[in-house]
């Protein structure tokens, strides 16, 4: 009876879930969701100079990114992204495209209204604001309504400045004891992946059994 009950429910998980979205779920088996951030108020962004889009929230004193319709959010060496800003976060094994165009001082430079020697007019941007134009502003270049980011006077980098310069971000990330041990954690999960499937190609078929025998 209760083999019968149990054959019953696994059918029916495998047809409401379907095996990529069962297998995916087994991936982050082990990965731990990142603590809640209080918010008296939905958040207010700014856009990031230099960056496609890009958008921080200044007032909270975790990294909190909005980009693609997405929230972002990195804590312990693990990226977290959410369609929502205080829930939901699921872990995304990888590192966004555009987290290495963002300055790591850009907080300095913040409060202190200069980006690298520019008068940085920045505008805060309310949240039901950025929700409603966000796609028009990614659509039209124009991040939060200005071409410039509210940068006055500063000349944007070439290409190659910045492929430098992404370079340096990239470097100083990795060398992160949080992000290694993260590394670590990934590299282990992938070599167990590919032990399972050899092991199971080891184990002799009933057919194989037989012809031992």
């Known amino acids: 009876m209760k083999k019968s009950l149990f054959a019953t429910i696994f059918l029916a998980l495998a047809i409401v879930v379907p095996i990529p979205t069962m297998a995916a779920v087994d991936i982050s088996i082990g990965i731990s969701l990142p603590p809640p951030i209080v918010f008296q108020a939905p958040p207010e962004v700014i856009a990031m100079p ?20 997405f929230w972002w959010r990195l804590w312990e060496g693990r990226w977290y992204r959410s369609a929502y800003y205080d ?5 995304y094994d990888n590192v966004p495209s555009f987290y290495f165009n963002i300055d790591p001082h850009w907080r300095t430079y913040y409060h202190n209204h200069n980006w690298y020697g520019h008068n940085w007019n920045h505008e805060r941007i309310p949240y039901e604001r950025l929700q409603q134009n966000w796609k028009s ?22 290409q190659g400045h910045t492929q430098v310069l992404r370079q340096q971000r990239q470097q100083q990330y990795q060398q992160r004891p949080e992000v290694q041990q993260h590394q670590q954690y990934q590299q282990q999960q992938r070599q167990q ?10 184990r002799p078929g009933r057919g194989e059994q037989e012809q031992r025998k």
């Open 137 to 158: 502003w990614q659509t039209k270049r124009s991040w939060g309504g200005q071409k410039t980011w509210g940068v006055q006077g500063y000349p944007p980098r070439t």
């Open 193 to 202: 992946q590919q032990r399972q499937p050899q092991r199971s190609q080891e």
């Open 50 to 69: 230099e960056t496609d889009g890009v958008y921080i929230a200044p007032d909270i004193d975790a990294d909190i990114y909005f980009w693609n319709g």
């Open 87 to 91: 829930r939901d976060w699921a872990y």
